[in-house]
Each structure stands twice: as C-alpha cells, then as structure tokens.
C-alpha cells in the first residue's frame, strides 16, 4: 500500500520523516511544494493509495481527483481556513494579506514566527527561502474554500485533530460530517506525535471498508 504525503504552509516534504519512520510497512510518495527549493510533485500512484496531508496540504488535497485513491487522512487539517461569516473560526483574512506583504521585507522572520506559532520552541529554518512561493501558498491559502467538496468523498474523509491546536481553524479538522479522531499535542502531531499518528493512520486503513 502506498501513502501520498502533502506538508502544509512553511515547511517541505521532510517534515513527514518522523512519521514515516514509524510506518515502515507503506510505500512513501512525498510531494514538496518548493518553498526552499525545487517544487517536486510525483505522479499520483496508479495503484491503490492514502491520501495523507497535514495542515494546507490537507485542505489542498481535498480537490485530488484519483480514481485509486482509497481515502483521505487529514492531520491538523481544515477545509476552509479564513473567517467568513458562516466559518467563524477561521483566520481574519487580513493577517494572511499581512504577512504577504512582510514576506518581501524580511521572509525569515515571518517564517520563523509562523513556526513558533504552530509550537516549534525554537525553529531551524532552511537556508534558502523562496519567498515568492510562499507568497502565492498563503494567497491560495486565503482564498481557499473546499467544504463543499467534502460531500463528493461520501465517508473517506478521516480527520486527526488537536482540541489545543493554536491554529482555530484545525481545531475541529473537516467538521462533525466527517470520520475525527481527537489527539491532544498542538498543531504540528506528525513532527510531536508520530507514533501515536501512526498507530491511528494504520487503525484507519485497517478499518476502512473495502474498496
């Protein structure tokens, strides 16, 4: 079985590495979306897979359209993340408009805040920053909203959530329609937590009915 891995916002594909090493059994396809560095998006597999993103790579891959794809594990995951009057546990859209237009004064410190934010006591940043990138991910981010494409996914949606993530619109994952499971531990679990991902990653696929 394979595993598609999607990072959210500010981080890369190596953010996944403490989980896959607790998930040694599973073919690992990660794609990167270049944010300090070359971009790299494989083809999805051609074979039975699991979606699994965290965060906006979550919400992201709720528009894949795979017709191997067995389901969905979202980690920390939201399927809307800016305040709208019928989402009033989103982010002020501002904010995000905001360190937009920091990214092009200082890049590090609008990164190393948002890290410091999400709980990484004390972030190492890459050394190369494309800032440009991570300008176009937060403005996709803002204008991002994919709850009416929860319906189209009828019960392979799976959402692993924190009651303590500091980011208010993960809190609750995809919504009460949608299969969640509560782990305590903040908003970066597969880095904090990875065994305890793994092990509910692997009850999830154990149990999904077949395809």
């Known amino acids: 079985m394979t595993l598609h891995f999607l990072h959210g916002w500010g981080y890369d594909a190596s953010f996944w590495t403490p989980l896959r090493q607790h998930l040694p059994e599973f073919r690992h396809v990660c794609a990167d979306a270049g944010y300090f560095g070359a971009a790299t998006r494989p083809d999805l597999p051609e074979t039975p897979f699991w979606a699994v993103g965290h965060s906006a790579g979550a919400c992201s891959l709720l528009a894949l ?48 805040q948002f890290r410091q934010m999400c709980g990484e006591t004390d972030p190492v940043l890459p050394t190369t920053l494309d800032h440009e990138t991570l300008k176009t991910g937060l403005a996709a981010l803002a204008g991002m909203d994919h709850r009416p494409l929860l319906p189209r996914w009828k019960g ?50 154990r149990d999904a009915p077949p395809a």
Do not use: W
């Not at 692993?160 to 919504?175: Q, V, W, Y």
């Open 156 to 205: 392979r949606l799976h959402s692993l959530h924190s009651p303590d993530d500091p980011l208010s619109p993960a809190r609750n994952g995809l919504g009460p329609e949608t299969s969640g499971i509560s782990l305590p531990g903040g908003h970066l679990l597969p880095l904090t937590h990875p065994q305890d991902c793994a092990i509910l990653l692997r009850r999830i696929i």
């Open 65 to 112: 359209e795979a017709p191997h794809c067995l389901g969905l594990i979202s980690i920390n995951g939201f399927a809307r993340f800016t305040r709208d009057g019928d989402f009033p546990d989103g982010v002020p859209e501002r904010i995000l408009h905001r360190m937009i237009r920091q990214l092009d004064r200082q890049p590090r410190d609008v990164l190393h």
